[in-house]
């Protein structure tokens, strides 16, 4: 079953069911020693392990699944074409399911299994308790080993996914052990810690993808409104959802780019003391990038989703996925965004040039690893300016547009653009300096109806007169400027005549002349 589509009208959402209860219950953890007695004792009751009627073991000897024979909690899954299992069917339904997990996760991917948890739950098996819960799983950490943080854990799952969920039946069961799994893969073999938990909701929902890509459940919170799709200036470390589910698109990004080993050696990592984020940091490393370069690559990708998606490129499946939203108002160009972010966010700003129709989107993301773990809510206020000339410290995008980009700590930002849909290439920005006429030489069939930028230096307020002339001195245009303001001054040509006609090709002169100061210069025009 697949989720819902990607829809660029539908308005974002405020809640969806509950994934995963880990982050509800980490919340509380995190937070034991504010809890009165009484929560604390009724936090105890909810991690008690269910006492239920019977369990069964697993086919590969490795899980006992523990259910009720009737009740409210006795399992009953619905297959492929809606039939509902009997209350065995459905148990054995959970076994294999786990099984499967295991055998991606732990012997195809090369992940660490869970610690034994040795006779809790009657034996040495791991634990999965089948009954009706308010979301699809929940992953308890049990007993804490002693050393990094580890715990044993237990797994509860819902007996059911009936209405109200997303996946029902045995499609919500093969994506809930796949997720609720690799939880116990990590708070087992890599570590557990309470304030980062977010982190795993991305990895867990990310490998349901990985082991059921035909389910695709976590389609369906991608247009949450506090989520990553459709509310900019999102960290991608500290969601204001607290669920992550939406990021899952980052662990696939990776998969994609890197395989999945990139992945593993984040939580092994991690699982030395590293904080998360640092720990992504450093495992990019090692393949020769870094959080902040991927971070952008990431977020451009992000952009492809949708109606946007093009086939064969970025998400194979990112026609089916959310569309971003983008930061602020529509600019045009010679105009400037000014915001604040904080680390690890993206924000897509967008510019529409009325004269050529272009559409430019600058995708600004703060890729400071270390502020994201250690300040991760400071804000840095930042500046993007796209224009049709050439401004110091400015890149150029191409023969018609500069792009600026300031901030205080330049170096922990990466830009990049998409003009028309179509990312530029890495590589394709080159620094640009004001002084010369540009574009020169003007090739009409290239740049009309962009105009010429001719720079000039004078302090405003200014009268500029403007001439152009051709090789025999013969007067073609004229015009007079006002500039009342200071900044860099220019003036701005669309290459005619006094009519409004093209010009043949040929080598023109130009005047500029201010008071008593004159700018002279030469164009190349190329009529063709």
Known sequence: ?????????????????????????????????????????????????PTLHTSIVSPSGRFRIHFDTSGVNAPAYADLDGRVLSVWESARAAAEAFDSAYRFEVEELGYLPPPSDDANGGDALFDVYLKTIGFYGLTYPDVELPEGGRHTTYIVIHNSFGSGFYSRGLEGLWVTAAHEFHHAIVIGGYGLVWDEIFYQEIAC???EEFAHDEVNDYYNYMDLRDGYFAKPGVSIVRSTSGSGYDLAVWHIYLRDKYGYA??????????????????????????????????????????????RAVEGKYFEEGAAYEQISFTGPVMEPDEQFELSAIPASVNFLRFADPLSHDTLVAVVTAGDARAAHETPYAESAIAYGLYRYPVDGAIKINDYYYAAFDCADVSAWRTSEILNNQLVATGATTDVAVGSPYPNPYRYSDHFPQPLRIPFDADPPVFADFRV???????????????????????????VDFDGDALPTGVYFYVVKVGDETSTGKIVLIND
């Open 1 to 49: 079953m697949t989720g819902c589509g990607a829809s660029a009208e539908r308005a974002p959402r405020d809640s969806a069911p509950i994934k995963c209860g880990v982050p509800h219950y980490a919340e509380l953890a995190a937070n034991l020693a504010k809890l009165t007695p009484d929560q604390r004792d009724a936090l105890r009751a909810v991690a008690a392990r």
């Open 205 to 207: 929902t990310a490998m």
């Open 262 to 307: 990139v992945i593993k050696r984040i939580w092994e990592i991690f699982s030395e003391g590293t904080p998360t984020i640092l720990a992504v940091d450093a495992a990019l490393k090692e393949y020769g990038s870094s959080f902040r370069d991927d971070f952008n690559e990431f977020a451009a990708w992000t952009y492809f989703t949708g109606d």
């Open 469 to 495: 002339y051709t090789a025999a001195m013969e007067a073609v245009f004229s015009q007079s400027y006002e500039f009342p303001v200071v900044g860099d001054l220019f003036v701005s040509w669309r290459p």
